[in-house]
């Protein structure tokens, strides 16, 4: 079954423990995104990434790192949490990215994020 | 500023009625607009989209209208069940430089729809 999976789906820490929300996609898609979804601001992206070794900034990317290592995972990494990061995440993927290109975007179940 | 703007946190509408869930942007360098729906405890899924260059795209019970002109876009529901209760966002994707293409969300309409 073609799908984006999230790991682990609910997660409660600590401020500054680091921590690694794992994201992988079975569809050999070129392109993947990571969103935070808060209450009365809706999706807003944090980092994207157009391909292998290409990662790139969103809209809200502070506190956060990503890598793309593979084609197929995209993990999002908290190196020192705080409570302003807890939040709903999602993971997304495309078969491409870019200007010319549309393709709809598939969107992991979620990680509920919740840090003390 | 933000660029998509659902200005409609929530519509409630009785089973079989007609759903109006409307969507506002600012740019008009946007070359696709989308909708997504969400229900709880997942994530958004694919409902349907329009390229600039149209003003209408049906798929069943659900149909988009462009308004370029008005910078206003819509998603008709019709008839609306139970099961369209979710959350609606509307996104939009921008073909000029430095946007590479990435989506721009609004930030949603909760739809109930009651029995």
């Known amino acids: 079954e073609a799908q984006v999976t999230q790991n682990p789906r609910y997660l409660i820490t600590v401020t500054g423990k680091k921590l690694t929300v794992t994201c992988s996609q079975n569809m050999n898609h070129e392109y993947m995104s990571w969103y935070r979804q808060d209450p009365g601001l809706g999706l807003r992206q944090i980092y994207y990434?157009?391909?292998?070794?290409?990662?790139d900034k969103g809209d809200v990317p502070e506190g956060y790192k990503v890598s793309r290592k593979e084609k197929r995972n995209f993990p999002l990494i908290l190196e020192s949490p705080s409570p302003n990061q807890t939040s709903l995440y999602f993971c997304?993927?495309?078969?491409?990215?870019?200007?010319?290109?549309?393709?709809?975007?598939?969107f992991g179940p979620g990680t509920r994020l919740t840090v003390l | 500023d933000q660029q998509v703007k659902q200005n409609s946190p929530s519509l409630s509408v009785q089973e079989g009625r007609i759903s109006i869930l409307n969507c506002d942007y600012t740019?008009?360098?946007?070359?696709?607009f989308l909708w997504y729906k969400k229900y709880p405890a997942e994530g958004p899924t694919f409902l349907i989209s329009?390229?600039?260059?149209?003003d209408k795209n049906e798929d069943g019970r659900f149909t988009v209208f462009l308004n370029k002109s008005a910078k206003h876009l819509s998603l008709h529901i019709v008839p609306s069940q139970p099961g369209d209760s979710a959350v609606y966002f509307c996104a939009a994707k921008g073909n000029y430089g430095g946007s590479q293409g990435n989506l721009i969300f609004g930030k949603g309409t909760k739809l109930s729809v009651k029995p």
């Open positions: 329009i390229s600039s260059i149209k």
């Open positions: 997304a993927s495309s078969l491409r990215g870019g200007l010319v290109s549309y393709n709809e975007q598939f």
């Open positions: 990434s157009m391909n292998v070794e290409v990662t």
């Open positions: 740019n008009s360098m946007f070359d696709y």
